[in-house]
C-alpha cells in the first residue's frame, strides 16, 4: 500500500467540525484513498473512499488535493461518539489487503 | 442482513491446543480475509480469499490456515496455539464495486493463549 502520514492524536470540541488529515504523497493515480474508523475494540468501520473528486456521505465529507499527494477526512459536527482511532488508507491491488498504520486518535471532548 | 458474524467472540486456549475462528458473511461478497490486532498497533493481514476456493498468504500467516469452501464461510484454524497468537482477530469482507471497494469487519474474536 502506499505509504500514509497522519497525526498521532487530535481534539476537537463536540459540535465543531473535525478535519482529520492525510499525507499519502507517493499515491499512484489509479489509488483510491480510504477512510475507516475504529471506536474503541470494535471492528473498523468504514467511512468513506475517493479517487480525485470530493465525496460527501451521511457520515463525512473527504477533500482530496488536486495533486492527490493529501487529502482531510471531516467530520462535520463531531459528536462523543465519533471519539475513535481514524484510518487513512491507500491500498494497492485488491482492497482486501489493507494496511493499516497507526492511525489518528480523535477525542472529542464537550 | 447479518453483515460479517464471528464466533466465538472471547476463547482462552492453553499453549499447544488448536481451535477455528469461524467466520460467515451473507452479502455474497467474492472477497473475505482475516487480520489481528494487538494492543496499541493497527491491524495485520493473515489470510485472504478471492473465491471458493482460492486462498493465499497475508503479512502474518504463520501458525494459522484458512480454507474456503463456501462463498459465506471462511475460517480461521490455529494449529498449535501460542502465547504470541493472543490478539484480536477480525475477519473482513469486501464489496467490490466499479468506484472502489469497501470492507465491512465482524465485532472481533478476543484470544488468550496462556
Known amino acids: 500500500d502506499a505509504k500514509t502520514t497522519q497525526p498521532t492524536s487530535m481534539d476537537c470540541a463536540e459540535g465543531r467540525a473535525a478535519n482529520l488529515p492525510c499525507n499519502h504523497s507517493t499515491i499512484s493515480g489509479n489509488e483510491y484513498v480510504y477512510w475507516y474508523r475504529q471506536i474503541h475494540s470494535q471492528g473498523p468501520q468504514y467511512i468513506i473512499h475517493?479517487?480525485?473528486n470530493n465525496e460527501t456521505n451521511e457520515m463525512a465529507s473527504l477533500i482530496i488535493t488536486e495533486d492527490r499527494k493529501s487529502s482531510t477526512l471531516i467530520l462535520p459536527h463531531a459528536t462523543l461518539r465519533d471519539t475513535a482511532v481514524y484510518y487513512c488508507?491507500?491500498?494497492?491491488?485488491?482492497?482486501?489487503?489493507?494496511?493499516f498504520g497507526t492511525g489518528t486518535r480523535l477525542q472529542v471532548t464537550l | 442482513n447479518a453483515g460479517v458474524t464471528q464466533t466465538p467472540k472471547f476463547q482462552v486456549l492453553k499453549t499447544g491446543q488448536s481451535m477455528t475462528l469461524q467466520c460467515a458473511q451473507d452479502m455474497n461478497h467474492e472477497y473475505m480475509s482475516w487480520y489481528r490486532q494487538d494492543p496499541g498497533m493497527g491491524l495485520r493481514l493473515i489470510h485472504y480469499s478471492v473465491g471458493a476456493g482460492i486462498t493465499d498468504q497475508g503479512e502474518v500467516p504463520n501458525g494459522y490456515n484458512v480454507s474456503r469452501s463456501t462463498t459465506e464461510d471462511f475460517p480461521l484454524r490455529l494449529l498449535s496455539a501460542a502465547p504470541s497468537q493472543t490478539s484480536v482477530y477480525f475477519c473482513?469482507?469486501?464489496?467490490?464495486?466499479?468506484?472502489?471497494?469497501?470492507?465491512?469487519f465482524g465485532e472481533g474474536s478476543w484470544l488468550t493463549v496462556v
Open positions: 488508507i491507500v491500498p494497492t491491488g485488491t482492497a482486501s489487503k489493507l494496511t
Open positions: 473482513a469482507s469486501t464489496f467490490t464495486g466499479s468506484t472502489g471497494n469497501t470492507i465491512y
Open positions: 475517493g479517487l480525485k
